[in-house]
């Protein structure tokens, strides 16, 4: 252990910072150790580790936060969806260029920061949209061009931070109007709802949206349906104008027949 320039345990937190530290089989001793069952807090930052021990998710299984930030990681091993107590997860500053697909099973993830693993990192596994206890999600400064339509079921997500992507969708007119904007676009996306942007819509294509097709406004008991986690709008009348015999004079059908129903 001569290349350990700085050791630490204190009750239930274990720090390990060396920038000379090549090889995981330290880190390995040390969760061996009887020790570190109990373990719940693991750093191991600013080192040069190319991988974690496989058999982590089943050792630490009373981890709490794990930051392993400012590595060489090239990914992550399965075992560490196994991490059900796991709060916080810091991977960030690394080479990574995939997450485990069954992140669902981090129950109580509150806190995952994967960001600046740069040109690595060009996609998100759907399962991040199952991490329901999320509240903070850090995917700045990747390679990602989309979010999965699953981060729409992130109800108690407040911070979002996605700078320094190619991103392509969510539009970033949607990400202009805020976390709620974007997670409504998601939400829509999963429905098959949302094919286009909500902006640049033809005052054609809103009357139509809006009910008014061929001089009949839609049914006025539509209802916001919620369904596995995410809300579908509900449609409401233009400028609050619901009565069919004014929204009916707009209809497609009036404005473009020969006849002119303005005349009598």
């Not at 998100?124 to 199952?130: H, K, T």
């Not at 005052?203 to 809300?231: C, M, P």
Request: charged share 20%; proline share 5%; aromatic share 10%.
């Amino acid at each position: 252990l001569s290349n350990i320039y700085y050791f630490l345990v204190v009750k239930t937190v274990l720090s390990i910072l060396d920038n000379k530290l090549l090889f995981i089989i330290i880190i390995v001793s040390f969760i061996n150790c009887n020790a570190c069952r109990s373990l719940e807090e693991l750093n191991a930052n600013f080192n040069k580790l190319s991988k974690l021990p496989d058999t982590i998710g089943f050792e630490l299984t009373n981890l709490k936060k794990l930051s392993v930030n400012s590595n060489k990681l090239v990914f992550l091993p399965r075992s560490l969806s196994h991490l059900t107590a796991l709060r916080v997860l810091d991977v960030r500053l690394n080479c990574l260029r995939s997450l485990p697909e069954d992140l669902e099973n981090l129950i109580n993830l509150e806190v995952l920061n994967v960001s600046q693993n740069f040109q690595y990192l060009d996609t998100l596994p759907y399962s991040i949209g199952l991490l329901l206890s999320l509240v903070e999600l850090d995917v700045s400064y990747n390679k990602l061009t989309s979010l999965p339509d699953s981060l729409g079921c992130l109800k108690k997500l407040q911070k979002l931070s996605v700078e320094g992507n190619p991103m392509v969708s969510p539009p970033m007119e949607v990400f202009e109007q805020g976390l709620h904007a974007v997670k409504e676009y998601l939400s829509q996306k999963m429905n098959g709802g949302h094919r286009t942007p909500p902006k640049k819509k033809s005052w054609v294509g809103k009357l139509v949206k809006y009910g008014t097709f061929n001089g009949h406004s839609r049914a006025s008991g539509s209802r916001r349906e919620e369904r596995e986690g995410f809300i579908m709008p509900e449609y409401r009348s233009i400028d609050g104008l619901a009565s069919p015999r004014y929204m009916g004079m707009f209809s497609p059908r009036r404005l473009f027949s020969p006849r002119n129903y303005f005349s009598r």
